[in-house]
């Protein structure tokens, strides 16, 4: 971390739904190569906070500024086209159904290659190439390549999801409980799979989850929202052995130990 | 002699109508490759037969125009023989099969294999104006992604095409860049086809009436058929002539001959190969036999 600048500094934010706020009051910086957990219970504005730092929703109050180059510029001052062009080449998605990330109809490799073509590329070998190692990295063998992810199993999609937004190198990955429709065991090698590549790649990472246990082992910080407001925040061991507000006890207490 | 109980405008059209899609034309001419939506009319003629192109036909043809129409490259089909015809009733135009003597040609699938020259006008008759649809459903999105110039999408059908078939496989609707800037689908004209668009003297003219849309590509327009580095775009190609007249180089229909499955391959392009056969006479039988061994 050169310690200059964050990556992402978010100061005093809130999206509103009509006249209610769906969150509001967040304060975070994020760093390059660190990974933030947002957790909460249902309803609790986690994933209203993701898509308003992604643009896809509005900011209506404070303001998010991302690092370009060596300014922060105001997220929402960016035309259309200069928010596209970062979701092309810097920001990723992982939603949490992979039919919503995946083009279903379309093979493994055109999957992965398609934010490459987006970006320019134009030779197909290239691209054939990428794909494979792609494949091969997010453990899907090589000779389903041009299978649809239609006939994959649900851990096969999210991780070919994960393959598709990460091939063109991203600085800044959102995710939304990329784990939570999938069972324990396929859970347990999808984070081994997502913390790997995070470290490998140094990429900045904002995932969304309800299950304490996945912030526990993937996240360096991690922040506890209720009621579309930041209650908790600090470092993921810190606020899972120590919780401090009454809400995060709760939460923490309330899983089982083993 | 008493007056016909209905009188039709000149080109069928009304005139506010006809300054409508002149309009329109003018914008698509000068936006090269843009979609520019338009109010399409009723024609006497179901939606998917070829409105758009009469209705473009209608708002530029006049009494000293000479029109020839094509359906798969042929001018005596019923489509083409009926268009031709109504316009000689509704507009005065003189109708023709030769290329040469045209100065409107209004066509399904076919560019003519004779050079168009300056002047000349091609209105192609268009099912599916947006080249994305069945990539991206939502025309809200695919009409962004035209603004935005976004078209990796375009070449993920492409991909997939090579990574199935090994090569690209679309034949014919294949997309073009028109002018650098904007993706355009030029009709169903085969691939074969796509060549003959790039630094036309012609102008051509996109009517696609159910969807709404005109878009158009001027004459000396750059046209590249998309393709991969290492796959570039390659026209169709025959590796036989014409059995009727003998023409190599030219698009050719499989035209089935008996019930035990023979087959013959002659021009798509009706007027050409009966004007080479007057020309030169049929081709030899020798040349016959040496296709069909």
Redesign the interface.
Known sequence: MSGSLPLLSVANAGHAYGATFGCRGVDFDLWPGEVLAIVGESGSGKSTLLGMLSQRLSVDEGEIRYRQGKELVDLTALSERDVRRLWRTEWGFVHQHAVDGLRMHVSAGGNIGEPLMANGARHFGDIRRQAEEWLARVEIPLDRIDDAPATFSGGMRQRLQIARNLVFGPRLVFMDEPTSGLDVSVQARLLDLIRSLVADLGLSVIIVTHDLAVARLISHRTLVMKDGAVIESGLTDRVLDDPQAAYTQLLVSSILQG | MPEPRIVYNEGYLDEQTKRVIRRALLKAIAVPGFQVPFASREVPMPRGWGTGGVQVTAAVIGQSDTLKVIDQGADDTTNAVSIRQFFEKVAGSRPTTRTDLATVIQTRHRIPETPLVEGQIMVYQVPIPEPLRFLEPRETETR?LHA?E?Y??M??KL??D???YGHIAKTYDYPVLVGGRYVMAPSPIPSFDNPKLHQSPAMHLFGAGREKRIYAVPAYTDVESLG????PFEPQRFETPCEVCGAEGVYLDEIVMDDRGAVMYACSDTDHCERRVAERGPARPAENKEVRA
Do not use: A, M, N, T
């Not at chain 2, 991969?228 to 796959?231: Q, R």
């Open positions: 962004r935005l976004e990796g999408l070449y993920v991909y997939e090579i990574s199935r991969f580095e290492d796959f």
